[in-house]
Each structure stands twice: as C-alpha cells, then as structure tokens.
C-alpha cells in the first residue's frame, strides 16, 4: 500500500502568532471569559455580571483620587527582626520577597490627596506584601496616618484589605490594635470623620480593632469581612452557620455594615458622605 501523500503547508510556522498569557480572564462571578482590558477598563469589575475582582492600590488611586496624586507619608518605614522569627525562612527573606514581588515597602501606603477638590487623609493596605498582614509597621502607619489628619484637621478614608496579625511578629503586631484605636479616638475627638472601607477580605486583627469604628463603615459588595474565617468559627462552637454569614451583606442586614457600595459608584459616595458631614467643599472666587 502506497505512503498518503502529504500536503505542504499554506504558510510559514514563523508567521503563526500566539496569544500571550492574561489576554482572557475567566470572571469568578459568572465563569464568562473576557477579554483583560474589559476588566481594566471598569477596574476589576465584570462587565456583564458586576462581580468585583481585586483591585491593586495604583487602581484604586486612580479610581479615587483627583488625578489618582497622592503625596505619601512615611515611605520609608521598613520592619525590623525584633523576634528572630523563622518558619523554614528567616522573617528578613520573606519581607524582602514580598518587597520584591509587591514593589511596595510595606503592606500599607498613607498619604494625602484630593477627592472631588476635598483635601483628604488616605490609607490603602497593599495586600500583595504579605497578605496586607498588620506587623509594627503597618500599625505605626495606620497610627500616624490618623495623627497627621487629626493635626491637618483632614477627614480619613481608609481602604481595608488584610489577613490579619502579622505571625512574624507575634504579641508586637497584636499591640498595634490598641495603638491605632488610641489614635483613631484622638481623631474622633477632634470632631474630625473616619470613612472606613472595608475590601475584601477584611480579617483578623484589623477587623478587630479600627475596620468596625468608622461614622461611617461603606463595604463592597460580596466583601469577606469578619475576625476568623467560617471554618474555624464553626470547629471552635460545633455548630453550622448562616449561608454567607461573613459576606457584606449579611453585615449589613444586621447592623455591622452602613453601605454596601459598587467600586465604580464609591468616589461618589464618599464624597457624598463627606459632604454630610463636613459640608460641600469651598469653592475658590471665579477670576
């Protein structure tokens, strides 16, 4: 039996081209693929279902933020050893991975900048360095964040997302709870607002502590929100819990969280929130 003839190809492999990786995501709402830009271009929001997908700090500055500027404070804080810590891995190599893979300092940036013309006081955790973890660091940041705004008379606005208690640093990363809610009631006292918003997730130590004390507490939709995740929750008092019950809307449903707001509508809310409680922002005379 004769060999099949075969027939030479119509082009060239050297002309063949690929698409390269991260050209389609699959949306976690929907299980639509879509194309990468669709989600840049709405900031990490399906565009056909809405489901919200995590947002980097460069996004959410450009989101929120008057020319997404921000003048930052206290960059240069880097964490110490004060333990000695190792888990396979000295603590010093796994901050200086998660500098190297985050391109951030630390697990939280703070700073000022403009919102709808109003100066305000920012905070956003980074959770790409170590989860947005709460070391010394953080909660010095997060302290002095809310000092600087108490002395500058600035509102704050805090964007949450964070595992928890940073384990490297044991009782020292739990004492930055009662440093920051000091600083955060010297805030309060100066008659001066905390919009805290509250991402997902929004965990551990943080929720324990300044995450829950804002006059206002604003939470994305579908946000994992609460102090230890359901698993543990439900092995620790043996029972089953609600469907949901850590979700933003379980919170809200009852009392813990004020708004449940879309990323794409939370510049306005805030700056509708401020302007309650502060007034509309003044208008400098025409020229």
Not at 46 to 73: Q, V
Not at 123 to 152: P, Y
Not at 178 to 183: E, F, I, P
Request: aromatic share 6%.
């Amino acid at each position: 039996m004769p060999w099949p003839e075969k027939n030479p190809p119509d082009s060239d492999a050297a002309e063949k081209k690929t698409l390269g990786k991260g050209v389609f995501r699959k949306c976690a709402g929907c299980g639509e693929t879509l194309a990468s830009d669709a989600f840049a271009a709405k900031f990490e929001v399906c565009p056909l279902c809405g489901a919200h997908h995590k947002l980097a700090a460069p996004g959410w500055r450009r989101l929120l933020l008057d020319d997404g500027a921000l003048e930052e404070w206290d960059a240069h804080l880097a964490p110490g050893d004060p333990l000695e810590f190792v888990d396979g891995r000295s603590y010093p190599d796994r901050v200086v991975a998660a500098q190297n893979s985050s391109h951030a300092r630390e697990g939280i940036e703070i700073g000022t900048g403009k919102m709808d013309g109003r100066a305000i006081a920012w905070g956003a955790f980074l959770f790409a360095f170590m989860g947005g973890s709460m070391g010394s660091v953080v909660g010095e940041k997060i302290a002095r964040l809310f000092e600087r705004a108490t002395s500058a008379r600035l509102p704050v606005v805090l964007l949450q997302a964070s595992g928890g208690a940073r384990m490297q640093e044991g009782i020292l990363s739990l004492m930055q709870m009662a440093k920051t809610v000091g600083a955060l009631e010297r805030l309060k006292d100066a008659g001066l607002p905390f919009v805290s918003v509250l991402l997902h997730p929004t965990t551990g130590g943080v929720a324990a502590s300044f995450a829950f004390l804002g006059d206002v507490n604003v939470a994305e939709p579908g946000a994992l929100i609460g102090f230890a995740g359901p698993r543990v929750i439900e092995q620790t008092i043996r029972q089953k819990l609600p469907e949901g019950f850590q979700r933003s809307e379980f919170l809200m449903a009852h009392g813990m969280v004020d708004r449940i707001v879309s990323r794409l509508d939370m510049k306005r809310e805030i700056g509708a929130i401020l302007n309650h409680l502060l007034g509309p922002v003044a208008q400098s005379p025409q020229a």
